[in-house]
């Protein structure tokens, strides 16, 4: 990876604003609809033919699509996004999506309902999911989008099941050290109990640029 793979962007941040709006209208319908799949009970026929329908809108779709995916974008205002992003992805069904605030320098926190489409064991949400939302709020914790960060190393300990339900993640910096920032994190359910620690290695990656007045590159990091 290197800083090439961010995609320079022409398209206006108002055209940007506007897509983005239209198009996380779809993918929150989207996700209503991997919901309803989950849990539907209607007979075989029905689902056949909500199949059928489904089949058309995705041909629709696919009329005009990108190569691959999406990737982290940015245009020549500083405007940054990456709507295909796992965690944070607005225009990602598969994300909750999270939106993480960044409470001051070196925290951060993000507040989700998370549904049967997360579940693990029953009723819980499953453990990589857990894994997953820490690591993007850990991710962006280090960076502090002002600087590149990459997950060098996690660490979880799983101290009981996470109900699935509101879902809080906090992250905090615990040390620095060089390209080395230690971040502390935990999720916890609606009683406030961390339910998932995690301590995580984030790494400057070498072929960052490291001059922090140099804020040309301070843009790529708000994906
Ligand atoms: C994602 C980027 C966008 C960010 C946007 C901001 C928002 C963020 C939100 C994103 C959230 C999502 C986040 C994601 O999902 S990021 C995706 C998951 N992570 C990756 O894919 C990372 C893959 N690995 C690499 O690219 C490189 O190995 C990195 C960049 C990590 C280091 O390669 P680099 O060439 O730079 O390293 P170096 O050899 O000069 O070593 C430097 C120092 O570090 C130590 N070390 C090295 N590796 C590890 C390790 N794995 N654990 C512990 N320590 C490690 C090493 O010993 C040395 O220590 P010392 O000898 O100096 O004491």
């Known amino acids: 990876m290197t ?3 961010f995609i320079l962007d022409e398209t206006s941040t108002g055209e940007v604003d506007r897509r983005e709006k239209v198009v996380a209208a779809l ?10 799949t989950i849990r539907s ?3 075989d026929d029905e689902i056949l033919a909500v199949r059928e329908e489904v089949d058309a809108l995705v041909s629709r779709l696919r009329a005009a699509q ?6 982290v974008r940015y245009n020549a205002e500083g405007r940054s996004w990456n709507w295909g992003n796992a965690v944070v992805g607005q225009h990602n069904a598969l994300a909750p999506p999270l939106e993480i605030v960044h409470d001051g320098p070196g925290s951060a926190r993000a507040d989700v309902v998370l549904g049967a489409a997360y579940e693990g064991p029953p009723g819980m949400v499953h453990g990589g999911v857990a894994a997953l939302l820490l690591d993007q709020i850990m991710g962006e914790t280090a960076s502090g989008f002002k600087r590149l ?9 799983y101290r009981r099941g996470t109900p699935l339900g ?3 993640i906090e992250g905090r910096i615990a040390s620095e050290s060089g390209r080395k920032i230690t971040v502390q994190a935990h999720l916890a359910g609606p009683d406030g109990e961390p339910t998932v620690e995690a301590t995580g290695l984030f790494i400057i990656p070498s072929w960052a640029p490291v001059d922090e007045s140099d804020r040309t590159w301070a843009r790529f990091a708000e994906g």
Do not use: F, I, Y
Not at 27 to 36: E, K
Not at 149 to 154: C, K, Q, V
């Open 3 to 5: 800083m090439e793979m």
């Open 27 to 36: 993918t929150d319908s989207v996700r209503d609809l991997v919901d309803a």
């Open 41 to 43: 009970t209607v007979d």
């Open 66 to 71: 990108l190569a691959g995916p999406a990737g």
């Open 149 to 157: 960060t990459m997950t060098g190393t996690l660490s979880l300990r």
């Open 166 to 168: 509101p879902v809080r």
